[in-house]
């Protein structure tokens, strides 16, 4: 039984938006941080955003800042990827994780969905 998987993706024009979302199975993942990761065909898998175990926390990278918003539900175990303004250096595959904070920087642990494909046309 996977422990993470994600949906939501699909295809979408440039400037439109998507809403991705990973349920987490397994009453221990309800109580720690997540992120999002997105991998380009011929690229390595990169940050996208992560969230505290409680949520009053998140981070972004800098790509995707003021355009995507990470949020989580922990009583459904699901944590969200609202994605607006997209273009088409933002599709992908975008893979949730389950891993931790050292101080302020996320680490991911090695507890990864199967991914959902993000294509933006422009």
């Known amino acids: 039984q996977a422990l993470l998987e994600e949906f939501g993706g699909g295809l979408v024009q440039a400037g439109g938006s998507l809403r991705l979302s990973c349920q987490a199975s397994?009453?221990?993942?309800?109580?720690?941080?997540k992120a999002w990761f997105r991998q380009a065909p011929g690229k390595e898998r990169e940050f996208v955003a992560a969230?505290?175990?409680?949520?009053?926390?998140?981070n972004y990278s800098d790509s995707v800042k003021g355009r995507f918003t990470i949020d989580r539900d922990n009583a459904k175990n699901t944590v969200d990827l609202q994605m607006n303004s997209l273009e088409p250096e933002d599709s992908a595959v975008y893979y949730c994780?389950?891993?931790?904070?050292?101080?302020?920087?996320?680490?991911?642990?090695?507890?990864w969905g199967q991914g959902t494909r993000v294509t933006v046309s422009s």
């Open positions: 994780n389950a891993g931790m904070y050292r101080g302020s920087s996320y680490v991911a642990l090695n507890y």
């Open positions: 397994g009453r221990t993942f309800s109580r720690t941080p």
């Open positions: 969230i505290t175990w409680d949520g009053a926390s998140t």
